[in-house]
């Protein structure tokens, strides 16, 4: 490890609690314990008695369960094929469940086994339970208790909640019944010992969902209590007043609201009232995904996140938007705007938890508009958590619609899950006026570079368009980066100090000025549309380099004329 990584190590670790170290401790020696030692480790790590399963109570079919997801197909899964995330692999016969070559999230959503909804949903129930328990008996033999990607917390807790809630279509009655509820009361021992209080975050709302799911399916009210008041703690943490989870991903939002909806129900269905706590998060959690959902009704891939299937949304009953033109959720640090057709999210929040920054990107001040329903500035969004260019290319400033000052990141973000010296917005303030919204902030992440650059930024929105003011201060000579990621589709023609933008929704004219000499191009970008998958997408690019201060203007509005695009000028 060179010195520069020890650096960055520390900056990042600094942040962190002294439980999460003593945690990650502890998680890791018993991991390394059950690796060395798997079958002691099992029967050490008992769960409830098999004999006490009742399973979830009739007629309660989780949020997986009840929407059209794209689960395999159980043909392929006959044949012996699965494809997850978009990218299909062969199993194998005999499967092979280690696919070593695989990336890891593939793996791990391969040992989840939420895609066997898609056998329980089958019409064809004989041949569904005939496939289910192949596969199953591979696993179960092949997954050697404690050890590899199938035996890390995340993995287990996902799995033990699916096959929970696919035990009565897919096993009871069935001959491999009693192996599969032994196995499932391992699942509990395993997890009631391995919580992940050294990530935190979703993760852990996940394996306290997975933990309350069990207790259900084992009759266990002890372990039902216990779950939930752990759970009733992390909310106090994770969910913000705002009603935003704190990791400030709308995509993990969802992911989280769903499980706190899906645990709701269970007890419900278990013949107990859920207590506030759990149902007052849910409500917040649906008003704030109500205000920040794009006109069209889609979740902005704000920080990391897969774009959300419009069936699970719907299923989440977000509220309607809020009135009025403007909505500020000071916690999250999210700003909504709308004047005419005009609808601006803007981002003046902290880019993580400070335990927890996992899913952060280095996008503070940055923006994503529509005008019309329809797309103008987009989020790159997050097509691989492999660590690598293409990762740390998602998660940069670069990546987003913001300033970049002399190549460094405002948050500076690295590896694949880890982030340093983080930016600190100061000075927000959000008004509207007679024909106008504006919105102000500044934030001091480039702090660290000579001459101590800082960003501040001012979003004017009206009914005629979208005016943006950056300015940068400090001292010295620094290049400033204005970067302005359009949907894919979109095609761009410059003329000097002015830009013309064809977008599936209109032709829009753009002008830049700057107190310094200004150089705009437009380059190629990616703009991921879900796992290892992107398009391209044009950046329209505001470079300066100057001695500081430098300011520069950039104006959004729909062309008048829209055939603008055929008579502008040259690239």
């Known amino acids: 490890m060179t010195g520069t990584d020890v650096a960055l190590l520390a900056r990042t670790a600094v942040h962190l609690k002294p439980t999460q170290l003593a945690h990650r401790a502890r998680l890791r020696a018993q991991l390394q314990a059950l690796r060395r030692w798997p079958r002691a480790g099992r029967r050490l790590l008992a769960g409830p008695d098999p004999a006490a399963a009742t399973g979830w109570p009739a007629g309660f079919v989780p949020l997986d369960g009840r929407t059209s997801l794209p689960w395999p197909n159980p043909a392929w899964l ?90 009565l279509d897919l096993v009871a009655g069935s001959n491999l019944e009693d192996r599969f509820v032994a196995e499932l009361a391992s699942h509990a021992g395993f997890l009631r010992r391995h919580l992940e209080y050294d990530v935190g975050g979703n993760h852990l709302v996940k394996d306290l969902k ?44 969802c992911q989280v609201l769903a499980d706190l909806i899906d645990v709701a129900e269970l007890v419900r269905a278990a013949g107990a009232e859920p207590v506030l706590e759990l149902t007052a998060a849910i409500v917040r959690m649906r008003s704030w995904l109500g205000a920040v ?23 989440l009953v977000p509220d309607p938007p809020p009135a009025g033109p403007l909505h500020v959720l000071p916690n999250s640090g999210l700003v909504r705007a709308v004047a005419g057709g005009w609808h601006l999210l803007a981002d003046v929040g902290a880019p993580c938890p400070d335990e927890l920054p996992a899913h952060a990107h280095a996008d503070t001040l940055g923006c994503v508009a529509h005008v019309d329903g329809m797309p103008l500035l987009v989020e790159t969004a997050t097509s691989t958590y492999e660590h690598g260019p293409v990762r740390e290319y998602e998660r940069s400033t670069a990546a987003h619609n913001t300033v970049q000052v002399d190549g460094a990141d405002s948050t500076e973000v690295w590896g694949a899950f880890r982030a340093g010296r983080r930016a600190r917005v100061r000075d927000f303030a959000a008004r509207t006026n007679a024909d106008h919204i504006v919105v102000d902030a500044a934030h001091d992440g480039f702090r660290r570079l000579s001459g101590r650059p800082s960003h501040r930024r001012r979003w004017s929105l009206a009914a005629t368009g979208l005016r943006v003011d950056d300015l940068v201060t400090g001292s010295g000579r620094h290049t400033a980066i204005a970067r302005w990621h359009l949907a894919p589709g979109t095609v761009v023609r410059l003329a000097v100090g002015r830009a013309v933008a064809a977008t599936a929704g209109g032709t829009f004219e753009v002008s830049v ?55 502008a000028g040259g690239m």
């Open 513 to 567: 000025s700057s107190s310094c000499p200004l150089t705009l191009t437009v380059e190629s970008g990616q703009v991921a549309e879900g796992f290892l998958r992107t398009s391209s997408a044009p950046v329209l690019t505001c470079r300066t380099d100057a001695v500081l201060p430098v300011r520069v203007t950039t104006w959004w509005r729909m062309a008048r004329d829209q055939s603008a695009i055929k008579t």
């Open 210 to 253: 997975a933990l309350a799911g069990l207790a259900v399916f084992f009759a266990d009210d002890q372990l039902l209590r216990q779950a939930l008041r752990r759970l009733v703690r992390q909310l106090a943490v994770q969910v913000l007043p705002d009603g935003g989870h704190y990791e400030r991903a709308p995509a993990y939002h």
């Open 293 to 315: 959902l794009a006109p069209a009704g889609g979740v902005p891939l704000l920080n990391d996140g897969y774009p959300i299937p419009a069936g699970l949304l719907a299923a």
């Open 78 to 167: 006959a044949s012996g094929k699965i494809e997850l995330l978009g990218m299909a692999r062969e199993l194998g016969n005999p499967p092979d469940w280690r696919q070593s070559d695989a990336p890891r999230l593939w793996r791990f959503h391969l040992h989840y086994w939420d895609w066997a909804w898609g056998l329980a949903a089958d019409p064809d129930r004989a041949a569904a339970r005939e496939v289910f328990a192949r596969l199953w008996r591979s696993w179960q033999e092949t997954a050697v208790f404690g050890r590899g990607d199938a035996w890390l917390p995340y993995p287990a807790a996902l799995r033990a909640w699916s096959w929970c809630g696919q035990y």
